[in-house]
C-alpha cells in the first residue's frame, strides 16, 4: 500500500538547543503532562526516540467534541468514541536534525501544524523567546534550482520507520 505524503522543511530558530528542548518534553513523566490544550484541540508528543544523531518523534492532535462514527458500505454505523476525554488521533512525523537545526515535518491538515508544535515546544519549556520554524526553500526557488525541464516529481521508496506500527512500505513523494 502506498501512502502520500508531504514534507515540509524548516530551519529552526529562536532557541540555542531545540533539541534538548523536544527531549525535556518527553522526559515529562506521563502523557497528560506532554498534553496541551490548544483552543481548537489537545496535542500532545506522542513519540519520540534517536538514531544516528537525528531525533525523530510524532505529534498527535486529539479531535474532541467531533462526532466519530464508522460507516459500512452497505448501512450500518456504530460510534468510534464512548468517552467525553476520547478522540480521533492525528499524527504528524518529524525528523530534526541538531547538527544543521533543521527540521522535516510531515504536513497533515488534520494533525498538528508546524507552527502549533514550535508554540507547543515552547510553551512546554516556559520559553520567554518564540520558537520558529522558518521554511527552507519556497517554490519559486526551487522552481529556479530545478529550471522547467527537470522532473515535477520525485519518487522515493524508504522502509517504514520503528514509530509506525505498519507492515506496509511508505514512498515519499516530494511536488
Not at 28 to 46: G, H, I, K, M, V
Not at 106 to 134: C, D, P, T
Amino acid at each position: 500500500m502506498s501512502k502520500q505524503l508531504r514534507i515540509d522543511f524548516y530551519k529552526v530558530t529562536g532557541t540555542s538547543d531545540f533539541a534538548a528542548a523536544i527531549r525535556k518534553v518527553w522526559a515529562l513523566p506521563n502523557e497528560d503532562a506532554r498534553t496541551f490544550n490548544f483552543s481548537d484541540s489537545p496535542a500532545r508528543l506522542r513519540d519520540l526516540k534517536t538514531t544516528d544523531g537525528l531525533i525523530c518523534g510524532d505529534m498527535v492532535r486529539i479531535r474532541l467534541g467531533e462526532p466519530a462514527f464508522l460507516a459500512k458500505i452497505h448501512g450500518g454505523e456504530r460510534p468510534i468514541t464512548q468517552d467525553e476525554d476520547e478522540g480521533l488521533g492525528e499524527t504528524n512525523a518529524f525528523v530534526y536534525c541538531p547538527v544543521k537545526k533543521h527540521i522535516a515535518f510531515q504536513r497533515n491538515r488534520s494533525g498538528v501544524s508546524a507552527s502549533k508544535m514550535a508554540y507547543y515546544v515552547e510553551q512546554k519549556n516556559n520559553l520567554k523567546k518564540a520558537i520558529l520554524f522558518e521554511p527552507v526553500l519556497a517554490e519559486v526557488a526551487v522552481n529556479q534550482l530545478v529550471g522547467s525541464a527537470a522532473p515535477k516529481k520525485l519518487k522515493i521508496k524508504i522502509q517504514q520507520a520503528d514509530l509506525i506500527q505498519s507492515q506496509h512500505r511508505t514512498q515519499l513523494f516530494l511536488i
